[in-house]
């Protein structure tokens, strides 16, 4: 019954920003905790970033922190991540998620926490 449809990727260019977008429908958005998590060719999907119902809680990979920014919009049904700085090694597909419940910070950047998916988008950074 919950979809999530990510748009924004394709090719970028190092250095500039990326901003993705995933729109939910057919559940109740504000009660969910919203993820990106993002695969590298023949590895394992790794936490991007989440979002607690309000916006107000949000958690972000060490690795990416400075460069990376969540927000979310419950009177549209949406969730968006900037990524800034964009770098080769951004290359990736990114996959936006829905959680019903978690529970402290290691299960918001846990993959498993995470009931729905999105198809992901495809996001390139040429060298």
């Known amino acids: 019954q919950v979809q999530l449809v990510e748009s924004g990727g394709g090719w970028m260019t190092a250095g500039a920003s990326l901003r993705v977008s995933c729109a939910v429908s057919g559940g109740t958005f504000s009660n969910y905790v919203m993820g990106w998590f993002r695969q590298f060719p023949g590895k394992e999907r790794e936490f991007v970033a989440a979002?607690?119902?309000?916006?107000?809680?949000?958690y972000y990979a060490d690795s990416l922190k400075g460069r990376v920014t969540i927000s979310r919009d419950n009177a549209k049904n949406t969730v968006n991540l900037q990524l800034n700085n964009l770098k080769p090694e951004d290359t990736a597909i990114y996959y936006c998620?829905?959680?019903?419940?978690?529970?402290?910070?290691?299960?918001?950047?846990?993959?498993?926490?995470?009931?729905?998916w999105g198809q992901g988008t495809r996001v390139i950074v040429p060298a």
């Open positions: 979002v607690g119902w309000s916006g107000d809680t949000q």
């Open positions: 998620a829905a959680a019903d419940s978690v529970g402290g910070q290691s299960d918001f950047t846990r993959s498993g926490s995470y009931a729905y």
